[in-house]
Nanobody, 122 residues
Framework: QVQLVESGGGSVQAGGSLRLSCAASGYTSNNRCMGWFRQGPGKEREAIAT??????QYADSVKGRFTISQVNAPNMLFLQMNGLKPEDTAMYYC?????????????????WGQGTQVTVSS
């Protein structure tokens, strides 16, 4: 069973940066897609970035400001967030899926972390 633990959230002023980390354990295959999602107050959970075998994809709302990356030993996923805006305030979740490519579709991910809160003040 895949276990995902996020860290790195916090409070920052608009224009600032944060780096989220996700420690993954419990699986042996490197051919799994991974991604970052977020859920703001009163909003649905949305996919913002995904990565698999070095290929990445971003939601339009974060493209050019956020960068997803990963290392395989140990299994870590990162999200570098620059140019943060108040509308980026949300709980951020790490997710993993069993496919070689998952894209920005929530249904293709089957493992989730507990989330880390990001708050951006104006």
């Amino acid at each position: 069973q895949v276990q995902l633990v996020e860290s790195g959230g916090g409070s920052v002023q608009a224009g600032g940066s944060l780096r989220l980390s996700c420690a993954a354990s419990g699986y042996t295959s490197n051919n799994r897609c991974m991604g970052w999602f977020r859920q703001g107050p009163g909003k649905e959970r949305e996919a913002i970035a995904t990565i698999a075998a070095g290929r990445t994809q971003y939601a339009d709302s974060v493209k050019g400001r956020f960068t997803i990356s990963q290392v395989n030993a140990p299994n870590m996923l990162f999200l570098q967030m620059n140019g943060l805006k108040p509308e980026d305030t949300a709980m951020y979740y790490c997710a993993a899926g069993p496919y070689s490519w998952c894209g920005l579709f929530r249904s293709t991910y089957n493992s989730w972390g507990q989330g880390t809160q990001v708050t951006v003040s104006s």
